[in-house]
């Protein structure tokens, strides 16, 4: 049974605050690494595809890391905004299908 | 560009009725499209991958007969939940991808049977 596990479930944060999460996979059979941001009620939307041991991404205040040996890949969130608060999702892709963690639900404060 | 929509985002049902859903990609040519299911505190589970005009492939453990895929053309696909039963509601989210690679994905239909 492949396993997909995100840490933690929930997260709580000011504005401002900057935050992390873990997604933890499989080290065989590896293909890519997706992170999704999932608002409620809208599509899940993808953040970062990421293929390459040591792979560093960046898309404005969001960036993520994937370490394939060891199977995990962090996102952080630099200076947390309220427009930020969502459930992120990580994807193991082994090429055959996508298989999900069960997401790591973020809310903002203001 | 890359717009995937679902109908309805939510739906109501008398067990032992059929449910049908569509995905539709609105502004792409999708060669492939799946359907996933999540029930409360999970995760997304893959239930079957669809091709135009061909079978679909059903995960291990997912009934075809129950879960009916038909994906009749480039830009649509449609899952219909026969015979639907309360252990059957569920969120129902599907994606569809243009050229193998990137899922594009619905907003989902929230199914209850009651």
């Given at each position: 049974i492949l396993n997909v596990e995100q840490s933690p479930q929930s997260l709580h944060v000011q504005e401002g605050d900057s935050t992390n999460f873990t997604c933890s996979f499989p080290s065989s059979n590896f293909y890519a690494l997706h992170w999704y941001r999932w608002e409620t009620a809208k599509s899940p939307?993808?953040?970062?595809?990421?293929?390459?041991?040591?792979?560093e991404k960046k898309k404005g205040r969001i960036s993520a890391t994937l370490n394939t040996k060891e199977g995990y890949s962090y996102l952080y969130i630099k200076g947390s905004q309220p427009e930020d608060s969502a459930t992120y999702l990580c994807a193991f892709d082994n090429t055959d299908k996508l298989i999900f963690g069960t997401g790591t639900r973020l809310q903002v404060f203001p | 560009?890359?717009?995937?929509?679902?109908?309805?985002?939510?739906?109501?049902?008398?067990?032992?009725?059929?449910?049908?859903?569509?995905?539709?990609?609105?502004d792409f040519q999708a060669?492939?499209?799946?359907?996933?299911?999540?029930?409360?505190?999970?995760?997304?589970?893959?239930?079957a991958t669809s091709n135009e005009g061909s079978k679909a492939t059903y995960e291990q453990g997912v009934e075809k007969d129950k879960f009916l895929i038909n994906h009749a053309s480039l830009t649509l696909s449609t899952l219909t939940v026969?015979?639907?039963?309360?252990?059957?509601?569920?969120?129902?989210?599907c994606s569809a991808t243009r050229d193998g690679n990137e899922q594009f994905f619905g907003p989902g239909t929230r199914l209850t049977v009651l």
């Open positions: 939307e993808a953040l970062f595809v990421m293929t390459l041991n040591g792979d | 560009g890359a717009v995937v929509s679902q109908h309805p985002s939510w739906v109501i049902c008398k067990s032992g009725t059929s449910v049908k859903i569509e995905c539709r990609s609105l060669t492939t499209m799946f359907w996933y299911r999540q029930f409360p505190k999970q995760s997304l589970m893959l239930m026969t015979s639907a039963h309360p252990e059957d509601s569920s969120f129902y989210i």
